[in-house]
Structures are given as C-alpha cells and as structure tokens.
C-alpha cells in the first residue's frame, strides 16, 4: 500500500513538473526510451543519425559479441522501435526488430536492492531515498521479433515482455531514472501513476 500512495505522489509531482515545461524534445523522448531500455548504460552517449540514436556495445575483448541498437521515436512520442543487431565474430549477425509503448504501464514498484527486486519482497515507495531498482510492469511493454541473417532459417523468434526494469543505485542513473519517469508520468499518461 504504501508503494502505491509513494507511486501516486511522486506520479502528481512528476505530472505536475512536465506540465509547467514544455513538451519533450524528440531528443528527450530519446534518452527516455533508451533508459528505460536499459541502452544508455553509464550515460553512454549515443551516435545521432538523423531523427534517431545508435548505441554501440562498449568492446574490451575483441571476441566479445558486439551489439549495435538503433533507436528512433514514433509518430507517437510515447512508442519507439528498436533494430538491434548481435554478432560474434565471424558469424552471422542476428537481427532483433522491437516496439515499446511507455503508455502501457500499469503499475511502478520500487526496490532497495536487485535481491529484493527478484525475489519481489519489500517493496519501498517510488520517492523513497533508498529506492535503487524500479521497475515498471504492463501488457506488451516491449514485444521485439528476433531473426538470424544466416539464410538457415526464415522463421522469426517473437515475444512480448510485461516488465522493464531500471536501475538507480548512483546519482546519474537516479537523474536520467527521474527524468525518463517524469516523461512517462505526465507526456505518457502511463494509467501506473494516475489517480486512482
């Protein structure tokens, strides 16, 4: 319960600060998808390609897999798509294409620590300043259709995810976490933080 009323307070504070500013930026809408989607690790910035944003995976070993995500906003801010490419060395890349919808999310639930997270126990309200994993639930958040470019099989791997999780353990990942929750909030509408 207290979840809840920490949820709907923060949500009326979110609200009420997107309200007073303008809408989001195509560049803003961006950075929310991409942290909600867990892309913009450590505040990696990404390479803009005209109205959209690639990452890139951060390669130390050079027979780490390499991962290259391109982001773009849809004619609906509050949806993206994703087209994510995965590829080991000297083989054939898979292709992933995905679709989130940040007015999907029905519900909000913070954590102190990722044990607490997986084990889904004592939960802690959104606004509490031991909140370090949020995570964010609703039908069909993200659903994506992975294939690979190999030619060996046409048939495409698809599924649909009700959760995306997001961490907040450091005063950059809690800035980005507020910003990117505020957009859901009061541009998105997420049915998770209005009144009830």
Not at 48 to 60: C, K
Not at 183 to 196: D, E, T
Request: charged share 20%.
């Amino acid at each position: 319960m207290a979840t809840t009323f920490g949820a709907i307070g923060l949500a009326f504070a979110f609200s009420a600060s997107v309200a007073a500013a303008a809408p989001p930026t195509d560049a803003e809408m961006r950075e929310a998808h991409a942290v909600l989607l867990g892309l913009a690790q450590d505040g990696a910035e990404p390479e803009r390609d005209r109205g959209a944003d690639i990452y890139y995976s951060i390669m130390e070993n050079p027979d780490a897999p390499r991962l290259v995500t391109r982001l773009e906003v849809s004619g609906a801010p509050c949806r993206a798509r994703t087209i994510s490419a995965l590829q080991f060395p000297g083989k054939w890349a898979t292709l992933t294409l995905g679709l989130v919808d940040l007015g999907r999310v029905t519900a909000v639930t913070a954590y102190a620590s990722v044990d607490d997270m997986i084990a889904e126990v004592n939960p802690l309200p959104l606004d509490a300043p031991g909140a370090e994993q949020v995570v964010l639930t609703g039908e069909g958040l993200y659903c994506s259709s992975r294939m690979s470019l190999s030619g060996d099989s046409t048939a495409a791997d698809e599924t649909c995810t009700n959760r995306l999780d997001l961490p907040m353990t450091d005063a950059d990942q809690k800035a980005r976490g507020k910003r990117a929750l505020a957009i859901v909030a009061g541009y998105c509408k997420a049915p998770a933080f209005q009144k009830k």
